[in-house]
Structures are given as structure tokens and as C-alpha cells.
């Protein structure tokens, strides 16, 4: 599928899917979210990667915020229904069955950040920032931010920074447990790289159980949660790639996993 606002690489059963609109920094308009839409809708149905990265082009911004300037161009009455939008695509980015993991490469505003969250886990460039701007517009996060920032870092400090809509630095979005690791600005992709190299090692529907697990556990109370992952752990255990690893182990091999 050909993208206008979308670059899209793959190496080694790794993609690499760059928002690419460098003059407006990488900021989401209708273009950019109904191509992100297709994009996931195409990918979660016929998976063949182990691991998707996503970040921003240019060397200043991962996506800064929902654009703005189109933003007066939606009707004021149909804010719910263009929130619920972008949420649905922000969900099939959450509910894509291989990790996917951001790599935050400089401004990650508003719906920018609410894109980051919808990944699996945040790499920083140590450039990076970070926040929830909306009130300063008049506007709320409409994207997720509200739902999703209360999980990864707890109720009171997702307030804050959505009540003031202030910025911070990558190192902060770290000490907060927003961020997983922040590394040298030149390094990032790199290490995300090595980060996805690791996961394409492993069983890929091992990756996939796990990645249910947690996710999807999250939102349940601890008894259903290990209710899940029994069931999750049982797919697992009856698998050929179970058999594959367990095998190698033994015979001191490389595991070669089918995936299945
Ligand atoms: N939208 C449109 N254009 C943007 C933009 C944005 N969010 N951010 C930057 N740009 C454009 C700038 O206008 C400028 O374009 P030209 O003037 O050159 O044409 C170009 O990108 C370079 O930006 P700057 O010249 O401003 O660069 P600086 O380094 O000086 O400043 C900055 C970088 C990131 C601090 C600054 O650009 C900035 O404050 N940007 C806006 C950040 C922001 O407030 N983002 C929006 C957050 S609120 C909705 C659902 C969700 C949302 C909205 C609606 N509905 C359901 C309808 C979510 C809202 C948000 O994301």
C-alpha cells in the first residue's frame, strides 16, 4: 500500500514505520490518521513481522499534536464523533498482536504522546519532550491521553501534567516510568533495533501470548488476570515452538522457531 504521509521499512522481519510530515513536525492530520488507520488495519491482519517501531521524521519532532490548524475546520458539534476516530485508530496500534514500540526521537505533544502510549513501550531520544498541551487550547486529550497516561504513571501525576500542560524532559518521562529507557539522541533508532533483534530471537507466538497477556490482563482484577494467562501459558505450552525451544535448550542449539 502507497502512503503520502506514511514511510514504511522493513528489515529482517522488522518494520520501521516513520510519520513523515517534517515541515508541520510530523503533527496528525486527517491524512495522517486515516493512513495510520489503513496501515494497521492491513498489518493486523496478516502479520508477517516480529516487532513494529514507529517514529517521526527530521530530527526535532515525533508527532507535535493533533494539527492544529486544521482543527478549525471540524464542526464544533462533531468533537466526539472525531475523537472517537482517532481512538479507533489508536486502539488497532494497542491491539496490534506484535510489540510496537515508539521511538520518541523529539516532541511528543498531545496526540503525539497519546500515539506513543498507544505503542507498547516508549524509547526516548535524551532530546525528547513531553506533554499534554490540550487545556492551553481549550481542549482536552481526545486521543486516549486521559485513559491511557493514568495507567502507565498513576492517577495524580497524569493530572498534573494534563491540568497544566506543561513539557518535559525525556530523563523526567523516565523518572515517571513513562518512558522505558532514553538513550544518546544518535543512537535511538539503533537501539530500538537491537531492542526489536532481541524480540525476533524468541518465539513469535510466545511474543504474541505474552503481549496478550499483559495487555489485555491489565484490565482485569488479579484473579481473572491469572485466569488469562493460564489460558494464554496453555496455547503456549501445547505449541511447536514450545517444543522447538525445549529441544534446543536440551540439545544446546539455536532454537528455530516456526511460530506456530
Ligand atoms: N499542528 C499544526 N502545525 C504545527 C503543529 C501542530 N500541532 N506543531 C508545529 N506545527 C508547525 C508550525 O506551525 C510551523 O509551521 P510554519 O509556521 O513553519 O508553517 C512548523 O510546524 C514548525 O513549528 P515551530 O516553528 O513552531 O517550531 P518551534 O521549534 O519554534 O516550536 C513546538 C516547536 C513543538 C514547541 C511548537 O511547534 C508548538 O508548540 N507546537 C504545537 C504543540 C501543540 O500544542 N500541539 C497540539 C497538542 S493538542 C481532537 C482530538 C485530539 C486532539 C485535538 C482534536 N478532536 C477529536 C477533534 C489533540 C490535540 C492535541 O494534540
Redesign the pocket.
Known amino acids: 500500500m502507497k502512503f503520502e504521509t506514511l514511510e514504511f521499512d522493513v528489515k529482517d522481519r522488522i518494520g520501521v514505520l516513520t510519520i513523515s510530515r517534517t515541515?508541520?513536525?510530523n503533527?496528525?492530520?486527517a491524512q495522517v490518521l486515516t493512513e495510520l488507520g489503513l496501515f494497521f488495519e492491513e498489518l493486523n491482519s496478516k502479520i508477517d513481522l516480529c516487532c513494529l517501531i514507529i517514529t517521526g521524521s527530521g530530527d526535532?519532532?515525533f508527532v507535535?499534536?493533533?494539527?492544529?490548524?486544521?482543527?478549525s475546520a471540524?464542526d464544533k458539534n462533531s468533537?466526539?464523533e472525531?475523537?472517537q476516530?482517532?481512538q479507533k485508530v489508536f486502539q488497532a496500534i494497542e491491539d496490534c498482536p506484535i510489540p510496537v514500540i515508539a521511538a520518541v526521537n523529539g516532541?511528543a505533544?498531545?496526540?503525539?504522546l497519546?500515539l506513543a502510549m498507544a505503542c507498547d513501550f516508549i524509547i526516548a531520544s535524551d532530546l525528547a519532550?513531553f506533554g499534554?498541551?490540550?487545556v492551553?487550547?481549550g481542549?482536552i486529550?481526545?486521543?486516549g491521553g486521559t485513559q491511557r497516561l493514568s495507567r502507565y504513571i498513576g492517577k495524580a501525576k497524569a493530572k498534573m501534567i494534563i491540568a497544566t500542560g506543561d513539557?518535559y524532559s525525556a530523563q523526567k518521562a523516565k523518572d515517571w516510568g513513562l518512558v522505558a529507557e532514553v538513550v544518546e539522541a544518535g543512537l535511538l533508532l539503533e537501539k530500538c533495533m537491537a531492542i526489536a533483534k532481541s524480540i525476533t530471537k524468541r518465539s513469535p507466538l510466545a511474543v504474541r501470548l505474552a503481549k496478550r497477556a499483559v495487555t489485555d490482563g491489565f484490565e482485569l482484577n488479579q484473579a481473572e488476570g491469572l485466569e488469562l494467562e493460564a489460558e494464554l501459558f496453555g496455547q503456549a505450552f501445547s505449541s511447536e515452538d514450545k517444543t522447538e525451544g525445549v529441544n534446543a535448550f536440551i540439545e544446546k542449539r539455536e532454537p528455530k522457531f516456526s511460530g506456530k
Request: hydrophobic share 50%.
Open positions: 515541515q508541520a513536525l503533527a496528525l492530520n526535532k519532532a507535535a499534536g493533533a494539527d492544529i490548524k486544521e482543527m471540524v468533537g466526539a472525531a475523537a476516530k482517532g516532541f505533544l498531545g496526540g503525539g497519546e519532550k499534554l498541551p490540550e492551553s487550547l481542549l486529550p481526545g486521543y513539557i
